[in-house]
């Protein structure tokens, strides 16, 4: 039985400290995730790569909603790039997307090209895309290392089809990364039938901050909005099992 590799998503140094006592080796490192994951902070990366033994993919995204960006935003992305890579990132996790929802070869290959030997991992604006079998072909051309995908739905339960189709045409020259809609409950299952020896599986618990009790009334974001409650820390002890349970089992 082959190893599984998981690669959590992190947001806070606790959620790197958790990961790597699970056993985790690979993260990526994200803030505001419960916007899809935006750029983390230099500093955080800093303190992670310091004083952890993490492989640290960095997310590189400037702001929520989709991925086509004006040419202001690009540069930031540029800039950012450049100080995730000096701050220790091992690999950058980004996507560049036509107003048509199909990649965006010339911004994407210039950011690649920047990469020089980093690792380069497309993230699931990948299943925006019109045409994935076509954008999985020019991401191969242009040398990145995985592709973080749902199969183009909103689970890679619902995209299994699609993920199997891409892990038989990529043949090896890239690595398929399902992620999206797994949790503790069908991970493995999902292992077991589909053959992939990557994912991308962040179990959660939630995290309340009581400190805006005292003014319910008052928020900083879209109507409705809840300071109380946080995205959620990374559940240590359910990544523990699941890896443990996957150690004990032989998939046949």
């Known amino acids: 039985m082959s190893p599984l590799l998981i690669e959590t998503c992190c947001s806070t140094f606790e959620?790197?400290?958790?990961?790597?006592?699970?056993?985790?080796?690979?993260?990526?490192?994200?803030?505001?995730?419960?916007?899809?994951?935006l750029t983390a902070s230099i500093p955080l990366l800093k303190?992670?790569?310091?004083?952890?033994?993490?492989k640290v993919m960095a997310m590189l995204r400037p702001r929520e909603g989709g991925m086509a960006y004006r040419a202001s935003e690009f540069q930031i992305m540029?800039?950012?790039?450049?100080?995730?890579?000096?701050?220790?990132?091992?690999?950058?996790?980004?996507?560049?997307?036509?107003?048509?929802?199909?990649?965006?070869?010339?911004?994407?290959?210039?950011?690649?090209?920047?990469?020089?030997?980093?690792?380069?991992?497309?993230?699931?604006?990948?299943?925006?895309?019109p045409e994935p079998?076509?954008?999985?072909?020019?991401?191969?051309?242009?040398?990145?290392t995985r592709v973080l995908t749902s199969g183009q739905q909103p689970s890679v339960l619902k995209g299994e089809d699609l993920l199997l189709r891409l892990k038989a045409q990529a043949r090896e020259r890239i690595t398929i990364l399902p992620g999206g809609g797994l949790r503790a409950d069908n991970v493995l299952a999902f292992v077991r039938r589909t053959g992939f020896r990557e994912v991308h599986f962040t179990p959660r618990k939630l995290r309340i901050d009581t400190s805006s009790s005292a003014k319910p009334?008052?928020?900083?974001?879209?109507?409705?909005?809840?300071?109380?409650?946080?995205?959620?820390?990374?559940?240590?002890?359910?990544?523990?099992?699941?890896?443990?349970?996957?150690?004990?089992?032989?998939?046949?």
């Open 47 to 54: 303190k992670i790569k310091r004083e952890t033994n993490l």
């Open 133 to 144: 079998e076509l954008a999985l072909e020019q991401l191969i051309q242009l040398e990145f």
């Open 15 to 37: 959620d790197a400290i958790a990961s790597e006592t699970a056993g985790i080796a690979r993260i990526e490192l994200n803030t505001a995730l419960a916007l899809g994951g």
């Open 217 to 252: 009334e008052v928020s900083f974001g879209l109507p409705g909005y809840s300071h109380d409650e946080i995205f959620g820390d990374l559940d240590e002890q359910k990544l523990t099992d699941i890896i443990r349970q996957y150690n004990c089992e032989k998939f046949q």
């Open 78 to 129: 540029e800039y950012d790039l450049e100080a995730l890579i000096d701050a220790g990132a091992d690999g950058i996790v980004f996507g560049i997307l036509k107003e048509d929802g199909s990649i965006d070869r010339t911004r994407t290959e210039k950011l690649r090209v920047r990469l020089r030997n980093k690792e380069a991992v497309f993230h699931r604006g990948f299943d925006l895309t």
